[in-house]
């Protein structure tokens, strides 16, 4: 079978967002100015914001950006944080988020967007929009901020299975190198496994297993395979996709958010120690505002659903309008580069896994 590309389309085209409008932390208010922000940038984005109808109405009536730019319909009910998702799936229907989901698995719109429950989200969307064939288990992928010229490099799985056997991986790293190509514009992105170490003889027989078979699929998924990575090649540019299971991604990406924090309050009581650290402060304002810009985890908002019939971009529960904005970002760059359509051909075009499949090539840094 040929290769699919996975590069932007370029040209004009309205995109529509399924925007969940009451999950999250700060309620709908927050998320509507957070769209705003969005609509403000962009003309090319459309919303279906579902939640309670009067809320909506009032909160988007206020907002001169969205004028002619959302469709609202009216869902009673909202899942809430404490709920659990076995609870949701049976009884879901007819809060935001399932209304939100709904409109993608219809095709009234291309990608959906909520700052809801997690574990809730994941079950409705397993539920309603089905795994691509092909796919044992979705992964849920965040951008992790590194040293490469982006910016980023992608990780999965941060937290939708703890469990993944070495096909499961190999799964992870097609659609982690899909979604580079199309979340961070990487022609050939490279991928990475995982492990206690970078030489080949450590870890457990199944990541030895999952390391040859993600080797074999590189020709097929058109990404580099450079072996097995450590917790410090995270943030570097070594790599630009991360595979590891669940557990392991949802440990990492929870130690990096808290470690982020912890520098973030040092660096402040650093500076507030005494007068002349205050005046060294306002020196390196200018210095400061760019490293707080470039670590602030608000403009890498949103973990991405894989291996669904549809799009899913789960935007932090504590999000407030600038995070959200990020996260619709997300979701338009996804939906405009036709990303689902290109996932889900690169899947099949992988195939099962072969045993004896040739090992993949030199990186080229070229489109497929």
């Given at each position: 079978?040929?290769?699919?590309?996975?590069?932007?389309?370029?040209?004009?085209?309205?995109?529509?967002?399924?925007?969940?409008?009451?999950?999250?932390?700060?309620?709908?208010?927050?998320?509507?100015?957070?769209?705003?922000?969005?609509?403000?940038?962009?003309?090319?984005?459309?919303?279906?914001?579902?939640g309670d109808e009067a809320?909506?109405?009032?909160?988007?009536?206020?907002?001169?950006?969205?004028?002619?730019?959302?469709?609202?319909?009216?869902?009673?009910?909202?899942?809430?944080?404490?709920?659990?998702?076995?609870?949701?799936?049976?009884?879901?229907?007819?809060?935001?988020?399932?209304?939100?989901?709904?409109?993608?698995?219809?095709?009234?719109?291309?990608?959906?967007?909520?700052?809801?429950?997690?574990?809730?989200?994941?079950?409705?969307?397993?539920?309603?929009?089905?795994k691509l064939e092909g796919?044992?288990?979705?992964?849920?992928?965040?951008?992790?901020?590194?040293?490469?010229?982006?910016?980023?490099?992608?990780?999965?799985?941060?937290?939708?299975?703890?469990?993944?056997?070495?096909?499961?991986?190999?799964?992870?790293?097609?659609?982690?190198?899909?979604?580079?190509?199309?979340?961070?514009?990487?022609?050939?992105?490279?991928?990475?496994?995982?492990?206690?170490?970078?030489?080949?003889?450590?870890?457990?027989?199944?990541?030895?297993?999952?390391?040859?078979?993600?080797?074999?699929?590189?020709?097929?998924?058109?990404?580099?395979?450079?072996?097995?990575?450590?917790?410090?090649?995270?943030?570097?540019?070594?790599?630009?996709?991360?595979?590891?299971?669940?557990?392991?991604?949802?440990?990492?990406?929870?130690?990096?958010?808290?470690?982020?924090?912890?520098?973030?309050?040092?660096?402040?009581?650093?500076?507030?120690?005494?007068?002349?650290?205050?005046?060294?402060?306002?020196?390196?304002?200018?210095?400061?505002?760019?490293?707080?810009?470039?670590?602030?985890?608000?403009?890498?908002?949103?973990?991405?659903?894989?291996?669904?019939?549809?799009?899913?971009?789960?935007?932090?529960?504590?999000?407030?309008?600038?995070?959200?904005?990020?996260?619709?970002?997300?979701?338009?760059?996804?939906?405009?580069?036709?990303?689902?359509?290109?996932?889900?051909?690169?899947?099949?075009?992988?195939?099962?896994?072969?045993?004896?499949?040739?090992?993949?090539?030199?990186?080229?840094?070229?489109?497929?």
């Open positions: 079978m040929p290769n699919v590309p996975d590069i932007p389309q370029s040209g004009a085209q309205r995109i529509v967002i399924s925007i969940d409008a009451m999950g999250g932390d700060r309620g709908p208010t927050a998320v509507i100015a957070g769209i705003e922000q969005s609509a403000a940038k962009n003309p090319d984005i459309h919303f279906i914001v579902h809320v909506l109405n009032r909160l988007v009536g206020r907002r001169k950006a969205l004028a002619g730019r959302c469709d609202i319909r009216h869902a009673p009910r909202v899942v809430t944080m404490h709920e659990k998702p076995s609870q949701v799936m049976r009884h879901g229907e007819g809060t935001s988020m399932w209304s939100a989901i709904e409109s993608v698995r219809t095709g009234e719109a291309t990608v959906a967007v909520s700052c809801g429950n997690t574990g809730a989200l994941m079950a409705l969307s397993m539920i309603r929009l089905r796919v044992n288990r979705p992964a849920i992928a965040c951008l992790w901020p590194s040293r490469n010229p982006g910016g980023f490099n992608v990780m999965l799985d941060v937290g939708a299975d703890v469990k993944a056997d070495a096909e499961d991986l190999r799964q992870y790293a097609l659609m982690g190198a899909s979604y580079a190509r199309n979340g961070l514009r990487l022609a050939r992105p490279r991928v990475g496994l995982l492990n206690v170490g970078t030489e080949e003889h450590k870890g457990r027989a199944e990541l030895k297993l999952a390391g040859e078979m993600i080797a074999q699929a590189a020709e097929a998924g058109a990404y580099d395979y450079v072996g097995f990575v450590e917790g410090g090649d995270l943030p570097s540019d070594r790599v630009d996709v991360v595979v590891t299971d669940g557990f392991t991604g949802n440990i990492a990406l929870k130690t990096g958010e808290g470690t982020a924090k912890l520098i973030g309050d040092f660096l402040k009581e650093a500076f507030a120690a005494t007068p002349l650290s205050r005046i060294a402060a306002l020196l390196a304002l200018t210095s400061l505002r760019r490293l707080q810009k470039r670590i602030d985890p608000r403009r890498v908002n949103g973990g991405v659903f894989l291996g669904l019939n549809g799009t899913v971009v789960k935007s932090h529960g504590a999000a407030d309008a600038t995070g959200i904005s990020a996260a619709v970002k997300l979701a338009f760059r996804l939906a405009k580069s036709g990303f689902q359509e290109r996932l889900a051909a690169r899947v099949a075009s992988a195939g099962p896994a072969r045993q004896d499949a040739p090992a993949s090539g030199e990186r080229n840094g070229k489109p497929e």
